[in-house]
C-alpha cells in the first residue's frame, strides 16, 4: 500500500477559532448562546453544521450524572497552505452540573493537507484527534481525567 494522499496534522489556530470556524462557515468567529448551552442536548445537537458525526461518548460518574458527547465537523481554510486543506473540529456537548444545563464546548482541532481534493475524513481525523487528546490532554479534561472515566468510540 503507498503512502497516504493526505496528511493530519495540528492546526495552525487553536480549537476555538476551529470550532467557530465549523459551527460559522460564513467566516463569523461568533456564536449564537441559545446553540451552546440548552437544558435539552438534542436543541444543541440540531444546531451542529450539517457534516457533523457523533464520533465518541465519555463518561465520568464523578464528574458528571451524564455522558459527555463527541462529535467532529469540518469546514474548508480560507487561507490554504497546500493545494487543499480541511480543518476538524472536535467538539463536545457535556452536561454541567453547576448550572444544570447541557454545553458545547470545543475540545480539539487538526488540519488535512493534501495535495488533491479529499472525500470528508471525519472518522479518520476523529480518531487522530481522540488520541491526542486522550495522550496529551485537551481542552476539555487532563490525561488523568480520561484515566478515571469510560471512554467509548463510536466510530
Given at each position: 500500500m503507498g503512502e497516504e494522499a493526505y496528511q493530519i496534522t495540528d492546526y495552525v489556530h487553536d480549537e476555538v477559532v476551529a470550532f467557530c470556524g465549523a459551527m460559522n462557515p460564513k467566516g463569523k468567529l461568533e456564536h449564537i448562546e441559545d446553540e451552546m448551552y440548552s437544558t435539552d442536548r438534542y436543541k444543541l445537537e440540531s444546531n451542529n453544521p450539517e457534516d457533523t458525526i457523533t464520533v465518541a461518548t465519555f463518561f465520568y460518574q464523578k464528574y458528571s450524572p451524564k455522558k459527555a458527547y463527541?462529535?467532529?465537523?469540518?469546514?474548508?481554510?480560507?487561507?490554504?497552505?497546500?493545494?487543499?486543506?480541511?480543518?476538524?473540529?472536535?467538539?463536545?456537548?457535556?452536561?454541567?452540573?453547576?448550572?444544570?444545563?447541557?454545553?458545547?464546548?470545543?475540545?480539539?482541532?487538526?488540519?488535512?493537507?493534501?495535495?488533491?481534493?479529499?472525500?470528508?475524513?471525519?472518522?479518520?481525523?476523529?480518531?487522530?484527534?481522540?488520541?491526542?487528546?486522550?495522550?496529551?490532554?485537551?481542552?476539555?479534561?487532563?490525561?488523568?481525567?480520561?484515566?478515571?472515566?469510560?471512554?467509548?468510540?463510536?466510530?
Open positions: 463527541f462529535y467532529v465537523a469540518a469546514f474548508t481554510e480560507p487561507h490554504w497552505e497546500a493545494n487543499h486543506q480541511e480543518v476538524y473540529s472536535l467538539f463536545a456537548i457535556w452536561w454541567d452540573k453547576e448550572w444544570s444545563h447541557w454545553q458545547k464546548a470545543p475540545e480539539y482541532c487538526c488540519s488535512v493537507i493534501s495535495e488533491q481534493p479529499q472525500p470528508p475524513l471525519h472518522k479518520e481525523t476523529a480518531n487522530w484527534m481522540l488520541k491526542r487528546m486522550t495522550t496529551k490532554g485537551s481542552a476539555f479534561a487532563d490525561v488523568d481525567y480520561f484515566m478515571n472515566g469510560k471512554l467509548e468510540l463510536l466510530i
